[in-house]
């Protein structure tokens, strides 16, 4: 596709409104909790398919967009997922993980069952496209892969907390079996797994303390 320039002209909010914005999202986003315990009641199916729109409106390497959400709903599947994902879980907390990743796991009370698969309603499963894949069999490389889907798994949790939903991203590794699962093609690979609700009436989360922006901004 040829470079072809189009004229680009938001809207400039005046500098109180612009601050208003920043300071309500931060107020919402500082709110956020990675949940574990969810509630099975049903959520707006649209709301969720907005986060994923939101979630590909992302920046990417040459705009090559190496994402794929798999949105799974069916009982059936989940449980297969999670049955995969906790014996992998078990084999990495027995050891694969190794002492000083368990270490640090500790103080957020994590372990190898995951209930959070088979109780949340939505799972979304982001694969990263490692290359295209052409109609008539080709590949053509894709660049920035691992930075463009992280992007895109960030929006996707953002506009999920602004909509009232809760979420967690779920790493299992090795996370092959997703692939396999879900019947994804060969240029794809598991980036993470998110179950989507809302939490449980008896949830509890990790009492957490985050950086405050003095500890991670640097004036230059």
């Known amino acids: 596709m040829t470079y ?20 309500a999202l931060r107020h919402r986003m500082e709110a956020r909790r990675s949940v574990r315990m969810f509630s099975p009641d049903p ?57 000083e990743w368990l270490d640090a796991l500790r ?21 990263q496209q490692r290359f295209a894949l052409d109609d008539d069999g080709g590949v053509r490389k894709h660049y920035y892969v691992d930075e463009s889907v992280g992007i895109a798994v960030g929006m996707l949790l953002t506009t999920l907390q602004v909509a009232g939903l809760a979420a967690l991203t779920h790493t299992p590794s090795p996370m092959r079996f997703l692939g396999e699962l ?11 797994v998110i179950p989507v609700g809302y939490p449980a009436d008896d949830c509890v989360v990790p009492d957490l303390r985050r950086k405050s922006l003095d500890e991670v901004l640097v004036r230059i």
């Open 4 to 23: 072809r320039p189009v004229p680009y002209r938001p809207a400039r909010l005046p500098a109180t409104e612009a601050v208003a914005e920043a300071a």
């Open 43 to 99: 959520v707006p199916e649209r709301a969720v398919l907005d986060a994923i729109a939101v979630a590909s409106t992302a920046p990417s390497g040459a705009h090559q967009q190496p994402w794929t959400f798999v949105l799974v709903t069916d009982p059936a599947v989940r449980r297969r997922i999670r049955a995969a994902a906790e014996a992998e879980e078990r084999v990495s907390y027995d050891g694969r993980l190794g002492a």
């Open 107 to 127: 103080p957020l009370g994590t372990d190898a069952v995951k209930p959070h698969l088979t109780d949340a309603p939505y799972l979304i499963v982001v694969f």
């Open 182 to 192: 879900l019947g994804r093609p060969r240029n794809e690979r598991a980036f993470a």
